[in-house]
């Protein structure tokens, strides 16, 4: 299981590699800028409302795995990282393709 720091930590460097500010993340998604700080540098035990609006915003998902699911990408992932990542790359690309076939070739809906 990711620790909450390791989630902080993820969703933090998403939010300094978009160049993004507390204040616009706070703004878009109706949290005070205290808030979605303390969230982000892990100084708070968010709820998981608060970690999902700051992930929508980021552009991320907050997935829950089976725990066989999570373990299986992580033991992929410590034996050689880019099988694993192109393994989910097919899945999430099978996944747009059945999306697209069940909604007539239109592209799926965001949100």
């Known amino acids: 299981m990711k620790t909450l720091s390791e989630v902080a930590a993820r969703l933090e460097g998403e939010r ?4 993004l500010d507390y204040q616009a993340i706070a703004e878009s998604t ?9 969230a982000l540098q892990g100084k708070t035990a968010p709820r998981i409302t608060t970690l999902m609006a700051i992930a929508d915003q980021l552009g991320l998902e907050v997935l829950l795995l089976p725990k066989v699911v999570a373990a299986g990408l992580q033991a992929q992932a410590a034996e050689s990282p880019a099988p694993a990542l192109s393994r989910v790359d097919r899945i999430v690309a099978q996944t747009s393709a059945l999306s697209a076939a069940a909604s007539g070739g239109k592209p799926p ?3």
């Open 16 to 19: 300094q590699r978009q160049g």
């Open 30 to 38: 109706g949290l005070t800028p205290l808030s979605v700080r303390s």
């Open 109 to 111: 809906r965001a949100g």
